[in-house]
Structure formats: structure tokens, C-alpha cells
């Protein structure tokens, strides 16, 4: 029963962690613009005249799309136009399962560990799930009998092959030279010092698939600037043919994707949770894991906001051959000097 407990309690905080960011995101988006933009940025909603900096309007973003008639058109193929929102949303959320939040703690004589879903393949199964969310932009172009968001479901197609096997090219190095695919083992391979005073971590061990991950991930979840799926500005895209908040789960579930490439990103090249110099021992430990994770993904959202912000949008082309002719090679280049400087510090005795 404890065990039950303590299951739903971790899946309480994991569907938390992806819905209150992915929420607080839409006001990121708003205020870090106007920021970049020196202007003001959302200030307008509140509540009894309470304004909070445009905090509100998220709120007013969630009763927006809760409240608007879900118009679904003549032609649509119905059971795959409404199952396609949830698929690409529940792709996402099921990602946050794996992710470490924190390690293994001690209280009341018992072991509680806070990744909700410990699993010895778990990059596999993050890898995984965000391939087959497409499946749900594929299913929303063709499901609406509309010739542009077809184009636009194709497009997120083949975007997603190109830069899935990027992203996959890119962790190899980094979970060589960690010896596993198990993302909690691959944080705790973070957890050393190198020569005393700098942690192994990941961005100082691995700092070419570090960039590398961030411009595939970014990618891979659609956001600007490549985000040629959608692209509502100058783009017809796949959810052309969505009102309501089922066009609202398709935002929702970018926002996701990208909190799991940014949780991905700070478990393997940031030290997850770890905190160096710090002992994380107990409760109090346990809370400092959760912050030192959550920190550490809110840094990796904010540049690639800071990104989003500052680069234009790239042509399909320009998209495809930066995956294919240049993040590919660069990626096993990496991963075979990985290799073999593994193998030479190893003849050395060095590591």
C-alpha cells in the first residue's frame, strides 16, 4: 500500500513538473520576447485587479481553449482527427516517466527513490516516445482532408527521422563513455570530480554532442527555428484544421517535448540532480535533488527561448541538410574519438 502510495505521489510530481512548466512556458514566451523586443509583454489579465507580472495568462489561455467550440469540419476522418492530439500529447507525457527528478534517499528506515520510472533502458524508451509522437502530426495532416495540412504532416515526418537519428548519433558518445543506458546510472557517472575541483559532468566531458543535442532536440520538438511543420506565421501547418483545445493539446504537447529534451539534457550532460559539494542525504536531500533538477531544466528552456527569439526560421532544405550533412557526420565524429579516447585512457590506466 505504501508502495502505491509512493508510485502515484511520483507520477503526481511527474505530470506536475510537465504541465505547470509547459503552462508557465506560454508566459515565458510572451515576457521573454518582450524582453528581447524591449517592449512589455503580456500584462493585461488579472484577478481583482491583481496583475502579477502576466502571470494570469496562462489561466486565461486554459479557459480560452477549454471554452472554445471544438469545430471540427466537413470531410475529416473523425476517430483519427480526435485521436491525434491525444496521441502526440500522451507520447509526450509518458517521456516524463523516465526522467530522473532525483536519486535514492533514506527516511523512516525505508529507501524511496524519486525517478518515477526506473528502468535500465530508459534512454531507449525517451528516444522512443518522442519518435512516435509524430505519429500523431502525420495522423492530424492526413485525418483533415486538407492538402496543406497533409504537407504539413509529411513535413514533420521527415523531419522527425532526420533528427531522431541525429539526436541518436549525438547520445551515443556520452552513454559510452557513461557505460550504460540507464539515465539515473548515467547521472550518478556524473557524480566524480575531475582532478578535485570540476564535475565530470557531461557539458565539460562531452562539450561538442552538448551542442550538438541542443540544436537536435530543438528539432525534434518543433520550435523555432525549426519548426517548418507549423509555422503559423508563413506555413500552412498540420493542426490547420483544429479549434478548441484540441488545437491546444497539439501546443501544449511542444511545450512537453520540449521540457523532456531540456530534462533529457540536464540528466546527461548537467549532472541531473547533483549538486557538487553537497551532501544529499534525507528529506532535505531529496528537496535539493528536485530543485538542483528543475533548476538545471529552466536553464536549458531559458536558451533555447533566448534562441527561439533570435534566429529565423530555416527553409525545408536548409533544415534537412543541417540534420543530414552536418549534425549527422559531426555526431559520429564525436562518438568514434569517444572511443577511442576512452580506449587510450583505459591502456594508460587513466580512467
Known sequence: MIALAWSAVKVGYALGFGFGLAGLLGWVERKQSA????????????????RIIGLFHPLADGIKLMTKEDFVPRGVLRPFHGLAPALSLG???????????????????RTWSLQPWPSPVGLVYVLAFLGLGVHGVVMAGYASGSNYGLLG?????????????CMAAVLAGPMFLYGTLDLQEAVRAQGRLIGGVLPAWGVFTQPLAFLLFLVAGTAASKRIPFDLPEGESEIVGYHVEYAGMKFGMFMISDFVENIVVCGLGAALFLGGWQVPFVSLAGPLGAVLMLAAFLAKTCALLFLLMQVRWTLPRLRFDQLLDLGWKSLLPLALANFMLTVWAVWLLRRLSWL
Not at 35 to 50: E, H
Open 153 to 165: 504532416g509529411l513535413r514533420g515526418a521527415a523531419q522527425m527521422v532526420a533528427y531522431e537519428v
Open 91 to 109: 507520447c509526450g507525457l509518458l517521456c516524463l516517466a523516465a526522467l530522473p527528478f532525483g536519486g535514492e534517499f533514506q527516511m523512516a528506515g
Open 35 to 50: 524582453v528581447l523586443q524591449d517592449r512589455i509583454g503580456a500584462n493585461r489579465a488579472d484577478i481583482f485587479g491583481w
